[in-house]
């Protein structure tokens, strides 16, 4: 079984994120890091793979040098291969334009399943995975608490639960297809030092737009859909008020969350 999965590097949601003086986000000043959500695609691509022997694992991103950086974190928790596709035409691209990427270093892959996270982490949008697989022309399983591969050759399928607020469905697919997968479908491994070691021998290939036959014109903040109008910084934190107890602390504090219609 072939299985390829789409991750993204991108900044550390716990670093001063800001936006630049063009409204996309400023990675310069943060570090970055394989999308947490993007974790979890990986391993399940991981179980899958341990599950069919003679399967590989084929992760792909889109994304400045720095990306990488998301490939390596994912060879090193197992996966087989990478493919980077970098080009500074790519600057400001939207999640349209981060789909036909996606959507045409695929094509130059064999494949069986295509998963995905859920979102990524930094513009959270969750449009990616539909729009890769409409791209492909493949069905979509989406937002995925189980996975699994059920048959083997021309009739094998794949098969998902999907929970709800009440209730949790069970959708299958004819393979080829794309699945996203949530952050409740496993627990992410840490690479081992084994895994960190044999990574830097497994192949990365890098391509450009124009290896995929991409023009620059179809990609970058100039063809965005979208753009930020306006960027506010969040305003320090006041003070909090400080409360001395003088025997009398559980009637003032009583007192203060009265105040506030907290009790």
Same mark, same amino acid.
């Given at each position: 079984?072939?299985?390829?999965v789409c991750?993204?590097?991108?900044?550390?949601? $716990?670093g001063?994120?800001?936006?630049?003086?063009d +409204?996309t986000?400023?990675?310069?000043?943060?570090?970055g890091? !394989? %999308?947490? !959500?993007?974790e979890?695609?990986?391993?399940e691509?991981?179980?899958?793979?341990?599950?069919?022997?003679?399967?590989?694992?084929?992760v792909?991103?889109v994304?400045?040098?720095?990306a990488?950086?998301?490939?390596?974190?994912? !060879? $090193?928790?197992g996966?087989?291969?990478?493919?980077? =596709?970098?080009?500074?035409? !790519?600057h #400001?691209?939207?999640?349209?334009?981060?789909?036909?990427? /996606?959507?045409? &270093?695929?094509?130059? /892959?064999?494949?069986?399943?295509?998963?995905?996270?859920? &979102?990524?982490?930094?513009?959270?949008?969750s449009? =990616?995975?539909a @729009?890769? &697989?409409?791209?492909?022309?493949?069905? $979509?399983?989406?937002? &995925? #608490?189980?996975?699994?591969?059920?048959?083997?050759?021309?009739?094998?399928?794949?098969?998902?639960?999907r929970?709800?607020?009440?209730?949790?469905?069970?959708?299958?697919?004819? /393979?080829p297809? @794309?699945? %996203?997968?949530?952050?409740?479908?496993?627990e992410p491994?840490?690479? %081992?030092?084994?895994?960190?070691?044999?990574?830097?021998?497994?192949p990365?290939?890098?391509?450009?737009?124009?290896?995929?036959?991409?023009?620059?014109?179809?990609? +970058? @903040?100039?063809?965005?859909?979208? %753009?930020?109008?306006g960027?506010? $910084?969040?305003?320090?934190?006041?003070?909090?008020?400080?409360v001395?107890?003088?025997?009398?602390?559980?009637?003032? @504090?009583?007192?203060?969350?009265?105040?506030?219609?907290?009790?």
């Amino acid at each position: 079984m072939k299985i390829v999965v789409c991750v993204k590097h991108v900044p550390d949601a $716990q670093g001063d994120r800001r936006f630049a003086g063009d +409204g996309t986000v400023d990675r310069a000043g943060v570090d970055g890091l !394989l %999308s947490e !959500l993007d974790e979890y695609a990986v391993e399940e691509a991981l179980k899958l793979s341990e599950a069919h022997d003679g399967s590989t694992v084929t992760v792909v991103t889109v994304g400045p040098d720095g990306a990488s950086d998301a490939v390596r974190k994912s !060879l $090193q928790m197992g996966a087989d291969a990478g493919v980077h =596709v970098v080009d500074d035409a !790519l600057h #400001g691209s939207d999640a349209f334009a981060t789909s036909l990427v /996606l959507a045409k &270093a695929i094509a130059t /892959l064999e494949y069986d399943v295509v998963i995905t996270g859920m &979102a990524s982490t930094d513009a959270g949008m969750s449009v =990616v995975p539909a @729009l890769v &697989a409409d791209r492909l022309g493949l069905p $979509q399983v989406t937002f &995925a #608490g189980s996975l699994s591969i059920e048959g083997d050759g021309p009739g094998a399928k794949v098969v998902i639960e999907r929970d709800g607020d009440a209730f949790t469905e069970v959708v299958e697919s004819a /393979l080829p297809a @794309l699945v %996203s997968v949530t952050d409740q479908i496993n627990e992410p491994r840490y690479p %081992s030092f084994k895994g960190i070691m044999a990574a830097k021998k497994k192949p990365v290939t890098t391509l450009s737009l124009a290896d995929l036959g991409v023009g620059a014109g179809e990609v +970058g @903040l100039g063809a965005a859909w979208t %753009s930020v109008a306006g960027v506010t $910084q969040r305003p320090p934190r006041a003070a909090g008020t400080v409360v001395t107890d003088e025997g009398d602390g559980g009637a003032k @504090l009583v007192e203060f969350l009265a105040g506030a219609k907290l009790v």
